[in-house]
């Protein structure tokens, strides 16, 4: 899951790369629909995590499976 990050991530760097050309407004749109796709596939990467009790936490409750500690 962690490759499909850094995948997503590097598309997106691209993407800023190949956008050098384009004018500000069309860059914007491209930054603003890679961004929403990167914080997506972010929230999917923690729901997977938390469902499979992987999550690091730095104390409190980590959500509905209760308090968990440090987990590191």
């Known amino acids: 899951m ?3 990050v850094d995948i997503v991530v590097g598309a997106a760097a691209a ?3 190949a956008a050098s050309g384009r004018t500000s ?3 914007h749109r491209a ?3 890679r961004r ?3 914080d997506t596939i972010g929230l999917l ?3 997977v995590r938390t469902e499979r009790g992987s ?3 730095a104390g ?3 959500g509905p499976g209760g308090p968990r500690g440090r987990a590191y």
């Open 25 to 27: 407004a069309a860059t």
């Open 2 to 4: 962690d490759r499909l």
């Open 36 to 38: 929403w796709f990167v």
């Open 60 to 62: 409190g409750d980590a």
């Open 55 to 57: 999550v690091r936490t």
């Open 31 to 33: 930054l603003h629909r």
């Open 45 to 47: 990467v923690a729901a």
């Open 15 to 17: 993407e800023v790369a």
